[in-house]
């Protein structure tokens, strides 16, 4: 049986148990990470922390915790070789429903998990993803990490009804992000365009990375919104997150991108990312 964290100890998944008054269950009021696990090692985790507490701190949420040694005792503990560990924070239990927050003293539910899954030997890598694009009618403040899924989640079932692998959203034609990814393009030109960081998008630990190795690959880089239709017209596409780490987009609403097949700076980035982070984590972890 897989152990768990919650709230200080280490226990069976099954006997886990949350208060069905806990703010997360009730009003989504908790954030959380994903962090990858290669060959048995956290990825990028200092950056997982740094932006968890930044989501923490947006929020007003008093939680501190050896978030490290939580995330390498569930991977030791689970045997995890390859998949990810999940940790969420919530503002804690209340027992009288009410939108108010309770007192700042009020103790934080906080869990974490180890699930087992393939991100290396990923399929999509080599077929890469189709993709449709949607509105995107989430709340004005995606650069924190909150558990507030549901709107990613019903654009991932349209993503399935339509047969593609998933919905790139877009404010006003812009694209924002992917439902739970970075989205980026390589334009005719060679330059790779990737949304700013700000309010409309979650600032992805794996898009610093990402961006590091383009530099590295003398790729020019324009931090700027893209339109839905110089995404349809670019060279290149993909997407970068924790799970998918670093993804070709193939199709975007039916139109080939390129010439349909994932693009070589894309294999490229993957490999120099894939590396590059296995390099780092054999050394901080
Ligand atoms: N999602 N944008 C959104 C909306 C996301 O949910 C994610 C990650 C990203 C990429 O961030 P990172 O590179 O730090 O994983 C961008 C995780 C994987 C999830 O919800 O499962």
Known sequence: METVYLNGEYVSGSAAKIS?????????DAVYEVISVIDGRLIDMQRHIARL?????ELSINASADWSTIAQNLVTENDLQEGVVYLQVSRGVMEERDYRWPAPDTAPTIFAFAQSRALIANPLADRGMKIITRPDLRWQRCDIKTTQL???SLMKMEAMAAGVDDVWMARDD???????QNAHIITQDGVLISHQLDRRILPGVTRIEMLD?????????EERA???????????AFVTSST????PVVEIDGHKVGDGQPGTRTGKIRQNYLAAVQ???????
């Not at 190795?213 to 880089?221: D, P, R, V």
């Not at 998918?244 to 993804?247: F, G, N």
């Open 20 to 28: 069905v008054f806990d703010r997360g269950v009730l009003f989504s």
């Open 53 to 57: 507490e930044r989501s923490l701190g």
């Open 150 to 152: 549901l709107y990613a």
């Open 174 to 180: 812009w694209i924002t992000e992917g439902t739970s």
């Open 213 to 221: 190795q383009a530099k590295a690959m003398e790729l020019t880089i």
């Open 226 to 236: 893209f339109s839905i239709d110089e995404a349809k017209q670019a060279a290149e």
């Open 244 to 247: 998918l780490l670093v993804m």
């Open 279 to 285: 390099r780092a984590s054999s050394t901080t972890n």
